[in-house]
């Protein structure tokens, strides 16, 4: 059957109740509670969000589907090119209580461009997931990245590398030289249709992404929510959460194609810790759990065969 952007619509509206459901399930207490909106400019979304949960103290499960006038500044800045452009997408952050449970993005997202007479002259999917420990478990980060790489393999043996390494070269905080926010995950954008790859192929590989969230990230999450915490630990996951503030702030896309085109701020901002810390140069001890995740973070691994 033919792709349509409704198909699409219908599809990222579910996943946001089957994720939402899923994480409500395994905090056990919070819930999440929506924000729906509109856009003055054209669209709206709804923006979920969870907080001071017993296992999650800040998330969010936001779609949109948001369209409007392309912008000079839309053309000078993210290059899009057009009359007029159509977007929608989940995207979510979740942040946990506990330091041994790691934070946790994702987002997959559909955009397309118009000519004056309102023909698609351009579109793409995008998206992708990655995980954010403040400790390193192995365990955690092989059954992380295996999840990400079954899904895609039934679609080409070669994508999984090329995006794991995509997702290694994005999530950096390049103005430290090379710091990962986290250990990675899978990254792509810019994904059209090709005489190879149809709109339903692509679809069909956003769909298998989409929907293995969950089995990539709950049981992590329930293997380490009850593990004992120290303040030393807290201290550390904020330090670490610093640098995740630095990136969205300074060097993601999403946030400034959001701002950039009039996006409602509290949405686009939700994806920011509840907590942080800005220590001057601080450097973990070395030969500790802390100095083990930064090694990881500057050296990116293989974590599957």
């Given at each position: 059957m033919r792709f349509t952007k409704e198909k699409w619509i219908n599809y990222i509206q579910e996943l946001?109740?089957?994720?939402?459901?899923?994480?409500?399930?395994?905090?056990?207490?919070?819930?999440?509670?929506?924000d729906a909106w509109e856009r003055a400019e054209g669209g709206g979304g709804k923006t979920r969000?969870?907080?001071?949960?017993?296992v999650f103290e800040?998330?969010?499960?936001?779609?949109?589907?948001?369209?409007?006038?392309?912008?000079?500044?839309?053309?000078?800045?993210?290059?899009?090119?057009?009359?007029k452009w159509f977007a929608c997408g989940l995207s979510m952050v979740i942040h946990p209580q506990n330091p041994w449970v790691p934070t946790t993005h994702a987002n997959w997202r559909y955009f397309e461009v118009y000519d004056e007479q309102d023909q698609v002259i351009d579109c793409?999917?995008?998206?992708?997931?990655?995980?954010?420990?403040?400790?390193?478990?192995?365990?955690?980060?092989?059954?992380?990245?295996?999840?990400l790489k079954n899904a895609m393999e039934p679609f080409g043996a070669d994508l999984y590398p090329q995006y794991k390494k995509a997702c290694d070269k994005y999530f950096n905080n390049a103005h430290r030289g090379f710091e990962m926010r986290g250990i990675g995950g899978v990254f792509y954008d810019h994904l059209?249709?090709?005489?190879?790859?149809?709109?339903?192929?692509?679809?069909?590989?956003?769909?298998?992404?989409?929907?293995?969230?969950?089995?990539?990230?709950?049981?992590?999450?329930?293997?380490?929510?009850?593990?004992?915490?120290?303040?030393e630990n807290r201290y550390w996951q904020e330090i670490r959460r610093g640098r995740y503030v630095e990136f969205n702030l300074i060097h993601d896309r999403g946030t400034t194609f959001g701002l950039k085109s009039n996006g409602r701020t509290e949405s686009i901002l939700m994806s920011l810790p509840?907590?942080?810390?800005?220590?001057?140069?601080?450097?973990?001890?070395?030969g500790t759990e802390e100095a083990r995740l930064l090694d990881a973070c500057k050296h990116p691994k293989n974590w599957v065969a």
């Open positions: 946001q109740d089957k994720i939402c459901a899923g994480l409500e399930q395994e905090d056990g207490m919070a819930t999440f509670q929506e969000v969870i907080s001071n949960g017993a800040k998330g969010g499960v936001n779609t949109s589907v948001v369209f409007g006038e392309v912008s000079p500044v839309m053309q000078q800045q993210l290059g899009v090119a057009g009359k793409w999917f995008g998206g992708g997931a990655d995980l954010t420990p403040y400790y390193l478990i192995e365990e955690d980060a092989r059954h992380f990245h295996q999840t059209k249709p090709t005489s190879e790859r149809s709109l339903e192929d692509l679809f069909a590989f956003q769909q298998a992404n989409g929907n293995c969230f969950l089995e990539a990230y709950l049981p992590i999450v329930t293997r380490n929510k009850n593990h004992e915490v120290s303040p509840p907590t942080v810390r800005f220590d001057y140069n601080y450097q973990p001890e070395p």
